[in-house]
Structure formats: C-alpha cells, structure tokens
C-alpha cells in the first residue's frame, strides 16, 4: 500500500516540473476541439517500470484512483431520493 | 531450475526492451527531429535484438520468424497463456 502512494506522488511532482510545458497560447483556437500540449523529452523510466507501469515516459503516468469510485453509489442513491 | 529462471529473467528484459522500443517509436512519430531520443530507440532495438537472439539460442523460437533448430521447435514451447510461459512482476522492481 505503501508503494502505491509513492506511485501516486510522481505525477504532481512533475507537474510542479519543467517536464510539463504548461502552455498558455495556443494559437487559431476553434470551438469544440481539444487541444493536447507539445510533449517534451524529459526522464524515463528504466525498461522494467516502464512495462509495469504502462509507459515510459513519467509525465504520462496516472494510475486510475480507486477512491474516485467512492462517490458514485452515493450520488446515485441521492438522486434517486430526490426523485421520491 | 537454474535454467528456467534465466529464461524467464530473459523473457521478462525481452518484453521490457521491445516495451521500450515501442513506446518510443510512437513518440518519434511526433517528434522525429528529436536526436536524443531517437539515440535511445536505436540502444534499445540493438539491445531487443541481442537479447532475443540469445534466448533464442538457448531457449528456442519466441516468434514466426525465428529460426529452428530440429525437431521443429515451434510446438515443443508452453503456448503464451499457458503459466508456464508467462513471468511474474515483482511489485517494486527498478
């Protein structure tokens, strides 16, 4: 359990990081288009992490968060109650 | 048993390699200007190569185009979701 908040640490650290270009221009913006920002290089990780953990490249790491999951059959059972 | 775990061991930094090369070959795609990283795909496909050539020396064939030795060599292996021919992730490995 331990390991895995570690794991979940490494995503915020590098966006704290020059890893994560936080772009604020981009330029010919259309409505209803999704805009990526330009990945730059940065570190790896080694051959092994990389195949366990999906990727290779840190800044692309996140693991899906098992507490998210928490709040949907509270919502569910809310909005049903409202219905009543 | 000695020889099974090397097996495994080269199996496990075969997958690790190729996982390498792919991922960032999809990188390049975006960025094929980048020096540096295409360096890094050239070390792992050489590495991939050796790596798989080894094994294959050893170990028998890992895919279609691997050569034989006789008997042919293709149906002598565990089948890829048969135990046998699967490793295990140690939970922190670096």
């Given at each position: 359990?331990?390991?895995?908040?570690?794991?979940?640490?490494?995503?915020?650290?590098?966006?704290?990081?020059?890893?994560?270009?936080?772009?604020?221009?981009?330029?010919?913006?259309?409505?209803?288009?999704?805009?990526?920002?330009?990945?730059?290089?940065?570190?790896?990780?080694?051959?092994?992490?990389?195949?366990?953990?999906?990727?290779?490249?840190?800044?692309?790491?996140?693991?899906?968060?098992?507490?998210?999951?928490?709040?949907?059959?509270?919502?569910?059972?809310?909005?049903?109650?409202?219905?009543? | 048993?000695?020889?099974?775990?090397?097996?495994?061991?080269l199996l496990k930094q075969i997958s690790?390699a190729k996982?390498?090369?792919?991922?960032?070959?999809?990188?390049?795609?975006?960025?094929?200007?980048?020096?540096?990283?295409?360096?890094?795909?050239?070390?792992?496909?050489?590495?991939w190569?050796?790596l798989k050539?080894?094994y294959?020396?050893?170990?028998?064939?890992?895919?279609?185009?691997?050569?034989?030795?006789?008997?042919?060599?293709?149906?002598?292996?565990?089948?890829?979701?048969?135990?046998?021919?699967?490793?295990?992730?140690?939970?922190?490995?670096?």
């Amino acid at each position: 359990m331990k390991q895995t908040e570690t794991k979940k640490n490494i995503p915020q650290n590098l966006a704290m990081s020059k890893c994560i270009p936080q772009e604020t221009v981009i330029e010919n913006v259309r409505l209803a288009a999704a805009y990526v920002p330009y990945q730059y290089i940065c570190t790896l990780f080694t051959p092994f992490e990389a195949l366990r953990r999906g990727t290779a490249f840190p800044e692309l790491y996140s693991p899906y968060k098992g507490e998210d999951k928490k709040c949907r059959p509270y919502q569910l059972e809310t909005s049903k109650k409202e219905r009543i | 048993m000695k020889n099974e775990m090397n097996k495994m061991e080269l199996l496990k930094q075969i997958s690790a390699a190729k996982f390498m090369m792919e991922d960032l070959s999809l990188f390049l795609n975006t960025h094929p200007t980048d020096r540096e990283t295409i360096v890094e795909y050239n070390y792992y496909v050489k590495e991939w190569r050796d790596l798989k050539e080894n094994y294959e020396m050893n170990f028998g064939m890992l895919s279609d185009d691997s050569l034989s030795c006789y008997p042919w060599q293709w149906i002598s292996e565990p089948w890829p979701w048969e135990n046998e021919a699967n490793f295990k992730f140690e939970k922190e490995e670096s």
